[in-house]
């Protein structure tokens, strides 16, 4: 059973104005994932809104891949065993950054709110700390998929019916 969850976020860019709720947003977002996951136990996550820019020099350091990104994962966990926090008895999950100015223009590029791209991207990033993974394709991006938008229905975010950029 999910015990305590505590979501440390750092807003790391000035491009673009934090809306009032989305901090809460996240906490909702990571606490959802997880008892959808059924995980067992506290967690902490950290999660920081981020630039193209610096998006961009984490992927190309990490990644060896030279262009900006809506989301990255840095899980601390390997096949569900995660370092643990000493003093509070919490796994350490990872770290989740999430370029703003990414997630504004998936917002518009796919119609939907900022609010509900943010949630969607907190809990993919989330998934990929708990060990999911999609660079196969195929089934495991599916389940992805599915879970994500799970997610999303549970937090009253559901998707307006298509994946497609809106003309």
Do not use: W
């Not at 999910?2 to 750092?10: C, M, R, S």
């Not at 920081?48 to 809506?70: A, C, G, V, Y």
Request: aromatic share 6%.
């Amino acid at each position: 059973m999910t015990e305590k969850v505590k979501v440390i976020i750092t807003n790391d860019q000035k491009k673009v104005k934090i809306p009032a709720g989305i901090r809460l947003l996240v906490r909702k977002t990571c606490h959802a994932t997880l008892v959808l996951e059924d995980f067992d136990g506290s967690a902490e996550i950290s999660v920081t809104f981020t630039d193209d820019e610096k998006i961009r020099e984490l992927n190309r350091q990490f990644r060896n891949i030279d262009s900006s990104t809506d989301v990255l994962s840095f899980p601390l966990g390997e096949n569900g065993v995660y370092d643990v926090n000493q003093d509070t008895g919490a796994f350490l999950l990872g770290d989740i950054v999430i370029s703003m100015e990414h997630a504004v223009a998936q917002a518009e590029e796919y119609g939907h709110s900022l609010q509900r791209e943010v949630a969607y991207l907190t809990a993919h990033s989330m998934l990929h700390l708990l060990g999911y993974d999609h660079e196969d394709g195929g089934l495991q991006r599916l389940r992805m998929r599915e879970k994500e938008e799970a997610v999303l229905t549970r937090l009253g975010l559901p998707r307006n019916g298509s994946y497609y950029p809106v003309d």
